[in-house]
């Protein structure tokens, strides 16, 4: 079955340090791969996504990922992270299990940012 | 314009009560789902409807109950809540065969007392 590990729970960083949140996943076909920010109490919007091609994908406010195979990872990068950066973020695997398209979510990293 | 909405942003009810939450999007999409965000912040997916047709159902109690009237809303009904039901519910929506990106409604937060 697929699956989807944010293996940190909770990460903090000062504002204007790098950040880089680790996502891996386990899906036997190419996946389709997600980023989603979520701020407090609102819904999720999309980052970035890689469906093929370039490995390294660019999305909003300044984020990007890049695709390896080798690893099973699909991890998301911010050269110089903002105080509005702090949010939940999730990464996620498009599906298909046969009947229908769907979203596989890990289970989140919490993103604090330090004046 | 709301891409996404749905209704109500926040609920509380008794246990036993049945509620419905709606959902509707504007976006022209085909496929329309109902995700499940827990108290630590999981999300799972419940069902999805593919032009008003059920596709996915995920292992869900029968106590849930989705219905869509056309392709451009989907409810959610729930009957005899428990306090497990607590959590925040999440429509989406995509267009299949298109980019499969989600896009999500601003969730509707149930908590069950």
């Known amino acids: 079955a697929q699956s989807v590990t944010q293996p940190d729970i909770h990460i903090t960083v000062s504002e204007g340090a790098s950040l880089e949140l680790r996502c891996n996943y386990s899906y036997g076909a190419t996946p389709y791969l997600f980023w989603y920010v979520q701020s407090p109490g609102q819904g999720l919007q999309l980052l970035l996504k890689?469906?093929?091609?370039?490995?390294l994908v660019q999305g909003i406010k300044g984020f990007e990922a890049e695709f390896k195979r080798s690893q099973s990872s699909f991890n998301l990068r911010k050269p110089s992270v903002h105080w509005s950066d702090a949010a939940e973020y999730f990464c996620?695997?498009?599906?298909?299990?046969?009947?229908?398209?769907?979203?596989?979510f890990g289970g989140g990293t919490r993103l604090m940012v330090k004046p | 314009d709301t891409a996404v909405s749905q209704t109500p942003k926040y609920l509380v009810t008794q246990m036993g009560n049945d509620k419905s939450i709606k959902c509707e999007q504007n976006l022209g999409h085909d496929t329309m789902y109902w995700y499940k965000q827990d108290s630590k912040k999981f999300l799972k997916i419940m069902f999805s409807y593919n032009n008003k047709e059920l596709i996915i159902n995920e292992t869900v109690p029968n106590r849930f109950s989705p219905k869509s009237p056309d392709k451009a809303h989907l409810n959610l009904h729930i009957n005899s809540l428990e306090l497990g039901d607590s959590a925040v519910y999440f429509c989406?929506?995509?267009?299949?065969?298109?980019?499969?990106?989600?896009?999500f409604g601003q969730g509707t937060r149930l908590t069950v007392v």
């Open positions: 890689y469906f093929s091609g370039d490995t």
């Open positions: 996620a695997v498009d599906t298909n299990n046969n009947a229908g398209n769907m979203l596989t």
């Open positions: 989406a929506s995509s267009q299949e065969l298109d980019s499969y990106e989600a896009f």
